[in-house]
């Protein structure tokens, strides 16, 4: 919201009444007297002075629309429509490109992103190619039916939930000793004490610092010697209280999924699904994210029953002159 200017606030509006009268009485204009030469001069200096303020009215407007100097300091501008689709708010994209090495989940059945084309310009006078991909690949949503029955598939999220505040809980820190570390409660409200509080219906991103091993995909699965996975996650405690206190939209991170590496029975994936959230897995570039004041728009594919799909996430930063 824009704040009152203090041009606007100085001005001494009198409430109609009173205050009035008493202006028409100094400018010498009686009520109840016939118009004469003299108060045709009175009544032009009233309207000299009407145009006047009105003019300082609009003066002030205009200097309430522009953020005023407030304390001899430039108060940024809340962020508009206007400014985003005028390219003027800073906007990073969340999502790794598709290929035939992006990383995916390890699992029976799942097969690599494939691309082939169609025809060319050279033989057809046209390009065009045909992609096949497990829905969980690569940048992805998973909807709350991936885990959990009876619930909202990919296509049926209301678009209301795909634009959401964001904010980043760094936890690379412990994740560089642990690569087996969760996201804990503790972390949260660590987080909520320097940054306040995360606003209803954002949506919680994690940097692990893990996406640093995107392109060496068997490093980013990190197998031990007996297959077991191992990469940070979210703990169920953490996601609990998200979804409870914060009424989060859902949460997100930069490794192969919502719950560790080491999780047999996946808590996280059941706590987001049973309450219609929504996962955001093998994100890309959080570190160039401030902890909150961006926005996030989550663009998943519409596949129809989808489980999750291939998703552009973006992330839309407040103006560079902004003070928060
Ligand atoms: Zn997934």
Avoid: C
Wanted: aromatic share 8%; glycine share 10%; net charge negative.
């Amino acid at each position: 919201m824009a704040k009152r200017s203090p041009i606007l606030a100085a001005q001494p509006l009198s409430p109609a009444g009173s205050g009035g009268a008493t202006g028409f009485t100094e400018l010498g204009f009686q009520g109840g007297d016939v118009v004469t030469a003299g108060n045709l001069i009175a009544m032009m200096r009233l309207i000299w002075m009407l145009l006047a303020l009105a003019g300082g009215l609009i003066f002030a407007v205009i200097l309430d629309a522009a953020e005023p100097l407030q304390n001899g300091q430039q108060v940024a501008q809340a962020p508009t429509l206007t400014d985003l689709t005028g390219g003027r708010l800073p906007i990073v994209d969340l999502s790794w490109p598709l290929n035939a090495e992006s990383v995916f989940w390890p699992g029976d059945g799942y097969e690599p992103f494939k691309l082939r084309d169609i025809a060319t310009l050279e033989k057809d006078g046209v390009n065009s190619k045909a992609f096949s991909s497990p829905e969980h690949l690569g940048t992805h949503l998973d909807a709350p039916s991936h885990f959990e029955a009876g619930r909202l598939s990919v296509d049926r999220l209301p678009s209301e939930s795909l634009f959401a505040p964001g904010v980043v809980v760094d936890i690379s820190g412990p994740v560089g000793a642990d690569p087996d570390y969760q996201v804990s409660l503790e972390d949260i409200r660590r987080f909520e004490q320097m940054h306040g509080a995360i606003p209803h219906g954002a949506v919680v991103l994690a940097y692990t610092g893990w996406s640093r091993f995107w392109k060496i995909p068997a490093r980013y699965q990190n197998r031990d010697m007996r297959g077991q996975l191992h990469f940070p996650g979210f703990s169920a405690e953490a996601v609990d209280f998200l979804i409870r206190e914060r009424d989060v939209r859902g949460v997100g991170l930069d490794t192969l999924s919502v719950d560790r590496g080491l999780s047999r029975d996946f808590p996280v994936h059941h706590l987001l699904g049973k309450a219609e959230r929504y996962g955001l897995e093998n994100l890309a570039s959080l570190d160039k994210l401030p902890p909150t004041g961006f926005a996030l728009f989550v663009a998943p594919m519409k596949i129809e029953t989808g489980t999750g799909g291939p998703t552009r996430v973006f992330a839309i930063l407040p103006s560079p002159n902004s003070s928060e």
